[in-house]
């Protein structure tokens, strides 16, 4: 088969989804199943994709905001064509309209039918390609069984149509570092109110003002939607030197990250998964998240979990944890078990299976 993927996402910075995509394209061209992975709209500077005889790059140049959406209705479905393509992988639910030919499309969440977390222009886009892929996709992929169940509650779909299919983790080697000067708390992840950052850092001011507690907090992500209301509650902190907001990191610096810090909180209030829960977990660090949407699956029984929606949860979970060496260790130990679940070759090998099934059908 010759298989294309949207690759237009491996533009700028990778969050979540740019993180899933890249791993994948590697994972599957490992796989060496006989098929040709046509890599579209990969960013002209993204270098880490795989080398090998059956992987074709076509490359595109600054493929952001409206212009990634002009490229992917326009030039990607003159691309499927000059190609041949057998299949396309969507993997970011942004089908084009008109001409894809027999597509596939992964759905990682439903958070754009929640009010508050995109802007209006942003939420009508995501809903409309939404019910587009939905209806002309042969095949869809969930990244969880919450994202499928929500798939069959706003849409009426054939139950053989949605494949639940887990991302992965791979634990890179990196440089060791240094033991920080001080423990920390971590969050990973956009700066935004999806995230529920803010609460985080209430619940970190108050433990410190009530608790003779060693640690710092660090906030590793990019800025998004919301930010402004995490730069006031991190300025408005009366532990605000205790806090460090370190922005956008490398994929090998976010690993470090999990190797050196003690906690990794993840109070996001809609998450289709939770890819840093199973990664942390994969570095042996104890996690505490939310206990809704996606996140209890990314967690298993590993996690301490709180109710998004209470602050004061939130910091019990977090004193709960850092006062007891024993319950970290536990943790550790589960963590590992359970992120053991979780590789991008199991994912690569299911994604496969669902392209041939796809095409047979």
Known sequence: MRIGINCSILSGHLTGIGT???????????????????????????AALPVADNVRVVRARG??????????????????????LDLLHCPDFSLPLFGPGLSVNTLHDLSYYVG???????????????????????????????????????????????????????????????RPDRPFVLYVGTLETRKNVTSLVNAFTELKRTQDLPHTLVLAGQNGRGWQEVASAVQDSPVRDEI??????????????????DLLVYPSFYEGFGLPVVEAMACGLPVICSNTTGLPEAGGDAAVYFDP?????????????????????????????????????????????????????
């Open 20 to 46: 899933y995509v890249s791993y994948l394209v590697d994972a599957l061209a490992r796989l060496e199943k006989g098929n040709e992975l046509v890599l579209l709209g990969v960013d002209a500077a993204f």
């Open 63 to 84: 493929l952001q905001g409206w212009r990634r959406i002009a490229w992917e209705q326009q030039t990607l479905p003159t691309l499927v064509k000059r190609e041949g």
């Open 116 to 178: 508050g977390f995109f802007s209006l222009p942003k939420t009508v886009y995501k809903r409309a390609l939404t019910r587009v892929s939905t209806s002309r996709s042969r095949s869809l992929i969930a990244v969880s069984k919450f994202t499928s169940d929500q798939l069959f509650e706003k849409f009426s779909l054939d139950p053989q149509s949605v494949t639940v299919i887990y991302s992965g983790v791979e634990v890179p080697f990196v440089t060791p570092t240094e």
């Open 244 to 261: 460090e907001v370190v922005g956008y990191v490398s994929r090998a610096d976010i690993y470090r990250l999990y190797r050196s810090a």
């Open 309 to 361: 929606q209470n602050t004061d949860e939130l910091k019990r979970a977090i004193d709960r944890v850092l006062s007891s060496c024993d319950l970290q260790a536990e943790m550790r130990q589960k963590g590992l078990k359970h992120a053991a679940h979780f590789s991008w070759e199991k994912c690569a090998r299911e994604h496969h299976e669902l392209y041939q099934r796809t095409v047979q059908n």
